[in-house]
């Protein structure tokens, strides 16, 4: 063994990447990854375009019925309804990705919280499942949200 290659799992951890680790961890998810990941995004985006945010921005009665019970009146549905539709742009915009999948995650937790406070838990498990389905969004979009910081400090 040299003396420049690490013997203990800490050493290795902290020592720099070999020139060919180095690169496949800069070049970010494969191929297949990426293209599993931008069908979810785009599943995900028709979904809180359509059959969320859609009913919410034309007041459907369902909807509205939904937000009354919670207490909040029509502005609280269009506003949540504005959110969810922002969100489903933005989650197709690549630059925008990783940090739309972050703030949805967000409105699923109040979604969750909605759920089990207002509606007796009835159908709670619902946010749970868009909130991992974003969470891998969020994840292997990550390294959007460092180039929209850089694109947002080049501008200011």
């Known amino acids: 063994m040299s003396a420049s290659t690490p013997t203990t799992p800490a050493a290795s951890l902290t020592s720099a990447p070999t020139a060919s680790a180095g690169t496949v961890a800069a070049a970010g998810p494969g191929r297949r990854t990426h293209l599993a990941v931008r069908t979810l995004q ?27 019970s919670i207490g909040y009146g029509d502005w609280y549905m269009y506003l949540v309804g504005g959110l969810e539709l922002a969100g489903a742009v933005a989650l197709v915009i690549p630059i925008l990705s990783g940090i739309s ?3 949805l995650m967000g409105l699923m937790i109040g979604a969750f919280v909605t759920q089990l406070t207002a509606f007796d838990g009835e159908n709670a498990l619902t946010p749970v499942i868009f909130f991992m389905l974003l969470a891998v969004v969020a994840v292997v979009r990550r390294r959007h949200n460092a180039e929209l910081v850089a694109f947002v400090r080049d501008r200011f």
Do not use: Q, R, T, Y
């Open 42 to 68: 785009i599943v995900l985006a028709l979904f809180f375009a359509v059959a969320s945010a859609g009913p919410k921005l034309v007041g459907h009665s369902s909807a509205a019925e939904g937000f009354d």
């Open 101 to 103: 999948a972050l703030a």
